[in-house]
């Protein structure tokens, strides 16, 4: 069926370089940590995981069940992944541990959703343009940004969320750039939750 949904896609930055100078159980331990801290901020938001992709974690909003919120249940999300990433990172720090930057790209819009795959694996996934448009903005993001489409942040509709006009940029696979905003904050009726989710998961880190 053809649904209105929002995808957040978020990866580690420089995930390659870092893991050629680790061992390969320190890399499955950072992914099973990073991509635990994805999954417990997309359950808190509605959001359902539709696949891990190496470092990186495909999260869907309003799809399979739908949620008239789901622009601001994505970008409340990926202020919340932004947020624990930088915790965690002032621990590194004091840890004399560098820092791991992560990256965030929403956007919203028509795509196709069902069971998809073949007569051996099957999976339900969210496809079209607007999926590979949010995988495009996280690829565009720098170290610790969340970078939102236009269609995401509606021109300012959700007063709720603070965001910086980021301008135009560049995306593979578009003729024309793409209009994108950077989120700065998200003011949530249950702010104490928010609170409280940041410090569990940077307390298990």
Same mark, same amino acid.
């Given at each position: 069926?053809?649904?209105?949904?929002?995808?957040?896609?978020?990866?580690?930055?420089?995930?390659?370089?870092?893991?050629?100078?680790?061992?390969?159980?320190? @890399?499955? %331990?950072? $992914?099973? #940590?990073?991509?635990?801290?994805?999954?417990?901020?997309?359950?808190? &938001?509605?959001?359902?995981? =539709?696949?891990?992709?190496?470092?990186?974690?495909?999260?869907?909003?309003?799809?399979?069940?739908?949620?008239?919120?789901?622009?601001?249940?994505?970008?409340?999300?990926?202020?919340?992944?932004?947020?624990?990433?930088?915790?965690?990172?002032?621990?590194?720090?004091?840890?004399?541990?560098?820092?791991?930057?992560?990256?965030?790209? @929403?956007? %919203?819009? $028509?795509? #196709?959703?069902?069971?998809?795959?073949?007569?051996?694996?099957?999976? &339900?996934?969210?496809?079209? =343009?607007?999926?590979?448009?949010?995988?495009r903005l996280c690829d565009a993001a720098q170290p610790g940004e969340a970078l939102v489409s236009e269609s995401v942040f509606n021109n300012g509709f959700y007063s709720e969320v603070q965001a910086e006009n980021a301008g135009l940029v560049e995306v593979k696979g578009k003729q024309q750039?793409?209009?994108?905003?950077?989120?700065?904050?998200? %003011?949530?009726?249950?702010?104490?939750?928010?609170?409280?989710?940041?410090?569990?998961?940077?307390?298990?880190?």
């Amino acid at each position: 069926e053809v649904v209105e949904a929002t995808v957040l896609f978020v990866d580690i930055v420089e995930y390659t370089r870092m893991s050629e100078s680790m061992s390969p159980d320190d @890399v499955a %331990s950072m $992914l099973n #940590q990073y991509l635990s801290i994805f999954t417990s901020c997309a359950r808190v &938001y509605r959001g359902t995981v =539709d696949k891990f992709i190496g470092d990186a974690e495909m999260i869907v909003f309003g799809a399979p069940r739908a949620d008239k919120d789901h622009r601001l249940q994505a970008m409340s999300c990926a202020n919340a992944i932004r947020l624990v990433a930088s915790k965690i990172n002032e621990k590194r720090k004091n840890r004399s541990l560098n820092a791991i930057n992560l990256r965030v790209g @929403v956007n %919203s819009g $028509l795509m #196709q959703a069902g069971i998809l795959g073949s007569e051996y694996r099957m999976e &339900y996934t969210v496809v079209g =343009d607007a999926v590979n448009l949010a995988s495009r903005l996280c690829d565009a993001a720098q170290p610790g940004e969340a970078l939102v489409s236009e269609s995401v942040f509606n021109n300012g509709f959700y007063s709720e969320v603070q965001a910086e006009n980021a301008g135009l940029v560049e995306v593979k696979g578009k003729q024309q750039m793409v209009s994108v905003y950077r989120i700065q904050s998200v %003011s949530e009726p249950k702010g104490s939750m928010l609170a409280g989710l940041v410090d569990d998961l940077v307390s298990a880190h």
